[in-house]
């Protein structure tokens, strides 16, 4: 069964960014994960368990904060490269996740969209963070959204229904108004699944999944200016 593209007639006002590697630069990391483990690969494959297991525990009726999953994750992956990580380590990394910068084509992108007129709002699997900065306050992103979500207000990872489904009950619109960018498939698909329409950006690494039954992105972009224009050129 082939899965129609979000309706012409009802464009999007509301775009709504994953943060994690679509916004900001995880590879920024990739020297940590060197010195740690030799090799900074390691990075990608962490990343990936801390994507699996986390929907794992969402499917199990489960919940722990991304950055606590993303620390223990990192000492499974030691064991499993027989390699001790130590406490220092994991603070290195748990405070890198926090301080990751921008993709460089990020701000204009945002800026773009901005003086469009869409609103822009944020949804991420990390948690916010009392008392400090926020990742996107330390890119120097924050103002250029109106709000930041985070999955921890329902207690379930993205891609479930609910998450989504928050965004569009706080904001007082209804899901075909919103428009998830992500740079990974699953984001896309959960989206989509939820009522959303959903632009894809293939950072380095993430690429669309040619699969007939399955939704595939309204629009698919190499960076956020591309995907900005898109967006602008197909309003009515």
Known sequence: MNHAAQPPGDEPSVIVFDVNETLIDLGSMDPLFERIFGDRRVRREWFGHLITYSMAITLSGLYEGFFALGQGLLRMVGDIHGVRVTDADVEEIRQAMLTMPAHPD?????????EAGFRLTTLTNSPPNPGGQSPLEHAGLAHFFERQFSVESVHAYKPARQ??????????VPPSRCFMVAAHVWDTIGAQGAGFGAGLI????????????LPQPDLVAPDLPTLATQLIERRP
């Not at 998450?163 to 007082?172: F, G, I, K, N």
Request: aromatic share 4%.
């Open 106 to 114: 990020v701000e204009a992108g945002l800026t773009r969209l901005r």
């Open 163 to 172: 998450t989504y489904h928050l965004v569009a009950r706080e904001l007082e």
């Open 202 to 213: 293939t950072r380095p690494g993430n690429a669309p999944l040619p699969i007939a039954s």
